[in-house]
């Protein structure tokens, strides 16, 4: 279909059914560019929760879709591609965090949003990558069950002292791709460059980089460096909002293979079908829908 066919009828299909979009960091340039709120996992949910829309067509994977709905239960919450999902959200099942709870009685429990609504439904509190460091930091219980990244879980061990932090051992495949021979080989080529990194790459990785953080902290930074070229550690649509702010700076990917499938299955004509035919609409039942909620309200009181 003509792309500025595709944008037209977005902009005219938002507008007859009263709908925003929003878009992770990771979705493909042109999904972006047609969003209302472009940013991270914390600044959507924060978004979603004071959208003044009736519709929100969650351009990102299901856990996004699930949290917007959790926290704008009246609006009707759609995603352009029902399989859009996110391997680290279903490394754990709520069941085997129950039964990491029960081994831990006095812990708190954590849970990354890349997680399902069961899990967080069970969870004291949630966090994003952005915000890991200051959840941890503001609970009483010295014993902390972090759940599912385990990479995410060692970046926060690190940060705060005095908690003992049992991760539970999940990972993105996404980030997982990079190897050290890629850190080797891309710092070696540009060795004036900054190495910006999330926290959910491997440890090794973390410790050989100059910045870490979320995807919108990762953006910010290299607009507020004064250094001129950037490796990046993460999926490849950061690199889109970061070309945009920076027409003079150099950005490389730390390794070819950062491409999150899942995210790159929404497209402007997903988009433009799912306004057109209203569908798929994400739905949490209402009892977990409460206590996930819960969980997603005490995170967004931190920061
Ligand atoms: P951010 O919260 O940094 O946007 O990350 C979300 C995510 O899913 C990373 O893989």
Not at 132 to 137: D, G, I, L, P, T
Not at 147 to 161: I, Q
Not at 260 to 268: A, D, I, R
Request: include cysteine; hydrophobic fraction near 40%; glycine fraction near 4%.
């Amino acid at each position: 279909m003509d792309r500025s066919f595709l944008i037209n009828e977005i902009k005219r299909l938002k507008t007859e059914r009263n709908a925003c979009t929003l878009a992770h960091n990771y979705q493909v340039p042109e999904v972006q560019d047609i969003a209302d709120i472009v940013g991270d996992s914390f600044a959507l949910s924060r978004a979603a929760a004071k959208m003044d829309k009736e519709i929100i067509v969650f351009c990102g994977v299901r856990f996004m879709a699930e949290s917007a709905k959790i926290l704008s239960p009246d609006k009707k919450v759609l995603i352009p591609s029902k399989y859009a999902g996110c391997p680290l959200a279903d490394s754990i099942t709520a069941k085997q965090l129950e039964a990491m709870k029960s081994k831990h009685p006095g812990a708190a429990a954590v849970c990354y949003v890349n997680s399902s609504a069961e899990v967080k439904a069970i969870s004291d509190i949630c966090c994003t990558s952005s915000n890991a460091v200051k959840v941890v930091e503001s609970l009483k219980e010295d014993e902390v069950l972090f759940v599912p990244d385990e990479n995410l879980a060692g970046y926060v061990a690190e940060k705060v002292s005095g908690k003992h932090i049992i991760p539970w051992p999940g990972h993105c495949i996404t980030h997982a791709r990079i190897t050290v021979k890629d850190l080797v080989k891309t710092s070696k080529e540009h060795p004036e460059a900054e190495i910006l990194v999330h926290p959910e790459v491997s440890e090794e990785i973390r410790e050989s980089s100059d910045f870490v953080g979320s995807t919108s902290q990762i953006i910010d930074h290299a607009r507020k460096s004064s250094n001129t070229e950037f490796i990046i550690g993460t999926e490849i649509g950061v690199l889109h909002k970061m070309k945009k702010d920076n027409p003079d700076k150099k950005f490389y990917l730390m390794s070819p293979r950062l491409v999150c499938e899942n995210m790159k299955m929404t497209s402007l004509e997903s988009v433009y079908r799912c306004l057109l035919n209203m569908e798929y609409e994400v739905s949490v039942p209402e009892n977990i829908r409460k206590k996930a909620e819960n969980s997603l309200e005490k995170m967004l009181c931190i920061e």
